[in-house]
T-cell receptor, first 121, second 116 residues
Framework: AQKITQTQPGMFVQEKEAVTLDCTYDTSDPSYGLFWYKQPSSGEMIFLIY??????QNATEGRYSLNFQKARKSANLVISASQLGDSAMYFC??????????????????FGKGTHLIIQP | NAGVTQTPKFQVLKTGQSMTLQCAQDMNHEYMSWYRQDPGMGLRLIHY???????DQGEVPNGYNVSRSTTEDFPLRLLSAAPSQTSVYFC???????????????FGEGSWLTVV
């Protein structure tokens, strides 16, 4: 079973409109973190926003906000007032459990397959 | 601040050749990892390390070796390259702590590898 599911392979949005990118996750661990990354055509991974499983409030970072619905296991990214420069691939990712100091297990990020967002003028 | 530096940025290999992708960070991070990104697959964890002398396998370790002799460096070795290893490779590093905040994971700029 996929741990991170992004159901929108691609989206076209008009400039200045708000955008919601969907992400659902699957974990039985009570402690986890959810991340969103932006990958422009140049290829680098740009961190956007983070939500911890115990955080009481939804995370916000400038035009980015995370709509965290824990019971539904969803962590949708909302971009307000989209801009042409927002055109990129967007990845949702999860890290489960506290980090282990001595290794053992896959202590890394699990990524979704991404959503290709295109902002149209 | 150089952050996470990956070299080379582009490489073409013939099947069966060996090569090493270099990753270096100057932030004294304990945790380093390698991911590969294939079209339509997102990033997948290859190997990771929680400190010098300690490495472990991720989701897709076959065909790759790693070592961590220093805190700064975490090279990824392809011993006998195969076309299936054509991919974009990312190195990432972070501090190792009991809690974590989102913006402490640093990615390199990626290495584009083609195996023909």
């Amino acid at each position: 079973a996929q741990k991170i599911t992004q159901t929108q392979p691609g989206m076209f949005v008009q400039e200045k409109e708000a955008v919601t990118l969907d992400c659902t996750y699957d974990t039985s661990d009570p402690s986890y973190g959810l991340f969103w990354y932006k990958q422009p055509s140049s290829g680098e991974m740009i961190f956007l926003i983070y939500q911890g499983s115990y955080d009481q409030q939804n995370a916000t970072e400038g035009r980015y906000s995370l709509n965290f619905q824990k019971a539904r296991k969803s962590a949708n990214l909302v971009i307000s007032a989209s801009q042409l420069g927002d055109s990129a691939m967007y990845f949702c990712a999860m890290r489960e459990g506290p980090r282990m100091r001595s290794g053992g297990g896959a202590d890394g990020l699990t990524f979704g397959k991404g959503t290709h967002l295109i902002i149209q003028p | 601040n150089a952050g996470v530096t990956q070299t080379p940025k582009f490489q073409v290999l013939k099947t069966g050749q060996s090569m090493t992708l270099q990753c270096a960070q100057d932030m004294n991070h304990e945790y380093m990892s390698w991911y590969r990104q294939d079209p339509g697959m997102g990033l997948r964890l290859i190997h990771y390390s929680v400190g010098a002398g300690i490495t472990d396998q991720g989701e897709v370790p076959n065909g790759y070796n790693v070592s961590r002799s220093t805190t700064e460096d975490f090279p990824l070795r392809l011993l006998s390259a195969a076309p299936s290893q054509t991919s974009v490779y990312f190195c990432a590093s972070s501090y190792l702590s009991d809690g974590y905040s989102g913006n402490t994971i640093y990615f390199g700029e990626g290495s584009w590898l083609t195996v023909v």
